[in-house]
Structures are given as structure tokens and as C-alpha cells.
């Protein structure tokens, strides 16, 4: 009714101010025929529409800037909602797309997983083919190999790229003297084992020379973990047999199938025949008193520098491969055990520990290392001393007639350690050291922390 009314020009006049900017206001989005819109009005190009120009002119004459004002604010008003409509509409969409897209992207990876996992056998059964494939393209080379002259192996292996590396680098031992060949690369290191210098120089001769070894000593004293380290160190391979008196010839050498008492099948081999056939290997025989010395001595043939195995049921004669040696690990130097607190070691076929090239006893670390060492497994430094002393009287006493009948072992400090604070120190003392050794120390151990301890 506005807009008719503002359409005929005459009756423009007729009009008051008020009912002119209601009019204005109504007409700019009719105007347009359109929803109202900023850059429309803002250019001049559409002020040629009649009735724009119609309502210009008369609100030109009548309208304040007041009025005007408002009613262009109306208008500005309604096209900023409107393109928030428009965007907040936009955004929707947007979301909605890419929700979609989300949505089958989920779907085409399902579906790709669906796939391969239909088509994929597991992951040991692939792991196993490559294992075998690989084992069979090295089976002939291997085999040809162990079946060759010893001299041959040893051109071999001695052609194999082995790097020479100081030993004050390889063993982290400051000042330490010469060079030392590293098979490959270094194996689970401990950053915190100290090697004893005079038994490291030993060890190295050996390795050199192709000799075994024995080491002895307390319980805890480091002798698996020597060998265990030195091998890392060196990148060279390392076999470990834990034997104890249940241990038979076939859990260390190997063995096929048995069916009806008979052997029969594939021959599996065993750890020592495994460090037999592995170039610069150490095959650590831990706890070897233990074993039952009949066993041991089938050992006898593979402990001399040219040792040979022959697998029983193939034939196939095994040589011992370059550069692998033995180390034995025992708490006795394999001549049975005086102190009797080792009551499963055995006394060793000599003709068996004569295939070692030396014995040497692996004693506790120096009191300042052992302090060191424990500082690093997280003791206060104090703590660490106050303890090495007080343990070192525990050993200095052992045999005495008020003393202990065995040494507080490094496990048992380091325990010590790991419980401080847990309870009363004498608590901890009881339960990591006294509960842990044999009763007839007990006393002697407790007499000797109570009169140590808080001094
Ligand atoms: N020289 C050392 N430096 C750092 N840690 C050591 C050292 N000697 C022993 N240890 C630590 O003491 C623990 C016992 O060592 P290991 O098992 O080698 O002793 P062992 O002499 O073989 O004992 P057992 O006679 O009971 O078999 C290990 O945790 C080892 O890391
Ligand atoms: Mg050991």
C-alpha cells in the first residue's frame, strides 16, 4: 500500500516525514525486487530504478538525515543478517561435507583393511618363510663352510670385515692400552658394568688366542655378566647354557624327535652346537659344575681349538666355527666345592677342565667402585659409603670364629639399596641381607650392622 502510494508521484507530497521514512524503509529491499543487498545500494548504477529514484527524490525534500540514517540502517541491517543466514547456511553445508567425506573415507580404508586382511596371512607365518627362505639360500655356502678344512674357515673369517677398535674406547677404560677386533655391531650393553682391567686383559688374550676359559668366585660377583657384556662390547655372538643336574646331553647339544625310544626326524640343534657353528662366538657355560660331569665330557671333542661334532643322526660332522671360544661360569673352579655351600657343584672330569686354557677367581669390586656403582643405581652418596664399609667388615670377617660363613653378595647390596627407606634400616638390612643368607650367618651378619651401622 506504500509502495502504490509512493509509486504515483504526486501523491508524494501529500505524505508526512514520518510516513515517508516508513515508506523509505519498506522500499529499499522492494526496490530491488529483491532481498536488499550492501553493494546494490552502494552503487550508483542501480539508482536508475524508477521507484528508487522516486524515493530518493522525495526523501531528499522531506527525511532528515535522522530518518534517512535509519532507514539505510534497516536496510544495511538486513542484508549483514542475511549473509550471516547465508554463511551460517554455507558452513553447515561445508560440515556436512566434509562429514560425508569423513564418513566414506572411513569406509574405503575398512574396506581396504577388510581386503588385505582377508589376503594377508599372519605375520609369523610371513616372518617364518623369510627366516626359511633366507636359511635355505645360506644353507650351501654354511654348509660347505663347516664341511671345509679348518685352514679355509679361518681365511674366511678372517677376510670377514672385522673392525680394530681400542679398547679404552670399546671397554670405556680410560688409559687402558691396545686394540681389540669388534665382530659387529655391539649387542644389550650396561652401561653401568665395570670391568676389572687385569681379568678384561686375560679375557682378550684369550679371544686372541682362541682359548676357553673358567672364571670362578662368589655368587654375585659379575662372572655371567662378564662374559655376557664382553660379548656385547665385542659384537660378537654370545650362546648361554644354564646347566643344572637335570640337564642331559641333548638340552645343550641337540636332538630330533623320539618315537618309540627311537630317535627319529629332523635334528634340532642345541644351544652349543648353535655357538659351534657361529663365527667368533662365546658360548658361556653358566653354572657348569652343576652339570653332571658324565654329560660334560661329550663336550670334551668340541672344547679343543679344532673341535668337531658329529651329529648322531645325520652324520653331518660339525667344526667348531673360527673364532668361537668358551667361557665357564661357576661359583666353584670345577674341583668341587670345599666350603660346602655350593652343594650341586660337582667336581669336574679333569680331562674336561683341562680344555680351559686358565681359572681366574672374580672377586668383589674395589670398595671405591662398589661405592660408585651404587651411587649410580640411584644411592646417595653418603648412603653408598656408609654401606660398601659396613658390608666390607661383613666379608673381611668371613670364617672368623664371630664372623659370617658368606660374603653380603653385590645382589644383596644393591637390593639394600633399591628397599633404603622402605622401613627401619635394620628392617631392610634383615630382609635383603640376613633373610638372604644361610642361618649360620645370620648372627654374625646382625652383630655386625648393629655395632656399624650408627656409628
Ligand atoms: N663389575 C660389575 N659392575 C657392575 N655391575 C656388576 C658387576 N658385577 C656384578 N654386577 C651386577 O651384579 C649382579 C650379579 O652379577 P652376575 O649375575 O654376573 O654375578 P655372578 O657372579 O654370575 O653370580 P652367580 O655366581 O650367583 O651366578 C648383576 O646385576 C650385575 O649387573
Ligand atoms: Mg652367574
Redesign the pocket.
Known amino acids: 500500500m506504500i509502495k502504490e502510494m509512493i509509486v504515483k508521484q504526486s501523491e508524494l507530497e501529500t505524505l508526512s516525514k514520518e510516513e515517508l521514512a516508513r515508506a523509505a524503509a519498506a522500499l529499499f529491499p522492494a526496490a530491488f525486487g529483491q532481498k536488499p543487498r550492501l553493494d546494490h545500494l552502494q552503487d550508483p548504477e542501480n539508482w536508475g530504478s524508477t521507484t528508487f529514484v522516486q524515493v530518493k527524490a522525495a526523501s531528499q525534500e522531506v527525511l532528515t538525515p535522522a530518518v534517512y540514517g535509519q532507514a539505510i540502517g534497516q536496510v544495511v541491517g538486513s542484508a549483514v543478517r542475511d549473509a550471516e543466514d547465508r554463511l551460517a547456511g554455507k558452513i553447515q553445508q561445508i560440515a556436512q561435507e566434509v562429514t560425508a567425506l569423513g564418513v566414506s573415507a572411513n569406509l574405503a580404508l575398512k574396506g581396504v583393511s577388510d581386503l588385505t586382511d582377508a589376503a594377508r596371512p599372519p605375520l609369523d607365518e610371513v616372518e617364518g618363510l623369510v627366516r626359511n627362505a633366507v636359511a635355505a639360500a645360506f644353507k650351501p655356502l654354511q654348509e660347505s663352510l663347516n664341511a671345509a678344512p679348518a685352514e679355509i674357515q679361518r681365511q674366511v673369517v678372517e677376510a670377514s670385515p672385522r673392525e680394530l677398535k681400542s679398547v679404552e674406547e670399546v671397554f670405556d677404560l680410560p688409559g687402558e692400552k691396545g686394540e681389540v677386533e669388534v665382530w659387529g655391531p655391539r649387542g644389550e650393553i650396561?652401561p653401568?658394568?665395570?670391568f676389572n682391567p687385569q681379568l678384561l686383559r686375560m679375557a682378550l688374550k684369550a679371544l686372541e688366542l682362541r682359548d676357553n676359559f673358567w672364571l670362578f668366585?662368589e655368587?654375585?660377583?659379575?662372572?655371567?655378566?662378564?662374559a655376557m657384556q664382553l660379548a656385547a662390547r665385542l659384537g660378537r655372538k654370545i650362546f648361554r647354557v644354564s646347566f643344572d643336574r637335570t640337564m642331559e646331553r641333548l638340552d645343550f647339544l641337540g636332538g630330533g624327535g623320539v618315537e618309540n625310544g627311537d630317535t627319529v626326524g629332523v635334528w634340532q640343534d642345541g644351544v652349543v652346537l648353535l655357538a659351534m657353528r657361529t663365527p667368533g662366538a662365546i658360548c658361556l657355560l653358566d653354572?657348569v659344575a652343576r652339570g653332571k660331569p658324565e654329560y660334560l665330557v661329550a663336550l670334551n671333542a668340541l672344547l679343543e681349538p679344532g673341535g668337531t661334532y658329529t651329529i648322531p643322526i645325520t652324520g653331518e660332522v660339525v667344526n667348531r666355527a673360527p673364532g668361537m671360544i668358551f667361557i665357564a661360569?661357576d661359583?666353584t673352579d670345577g674341583n668341587g666345592d670345599e666350603t660346602g655351600r655350593y652343594t650341586n657343584a660337582n667336581q669336574m672330569d679333569s680331562s674336561f677342565l683341562d680344555r680351559f686354557a686358565f681359572s681366574e677367581e672374580?672377586l668383589f669390586?674395589p670398595v671405591q667402585q662398589e661405592v660408585d656403582?651404587l651411587i649410580r643405581k640411584g644411592a646417595d652418596p653418603a648412603l653408598a659409603k656408609k654401606l660398601v664399609d659396613m658390608i666390607n667388615v661383613c666379608r673381611a670377617k668371613v670364617g672368623a670364629v664371630d664372623g659370617p660363613v658368606e660374603p653380603p653378595s653385590?645382589?644383596q647390596v644393591?637390593a639394600f639399596v633399591r628397599y633404603y627407606g622402605s622401613d627401619t634400616d635394620e628392617m631392610v638390612f634383615k630382609r635383603t641381607i640376613i633373610n638372604k643368607s644361610s642361618s649360620m650367618s645370620a648372627e654374625a651378619l646382625l652383630q655386625i650392622f648393629t655395632s656399624q651401622w650408627e656409628v
Open positions: 650396561d653401568d658394568y665395570i668366585g655368587r654375585g660377583t659379575g662372572k655371567t655378566q662378564f653354572e661360569a661359583n672374580v669390586l656403582l653385590l645382589r644393591m
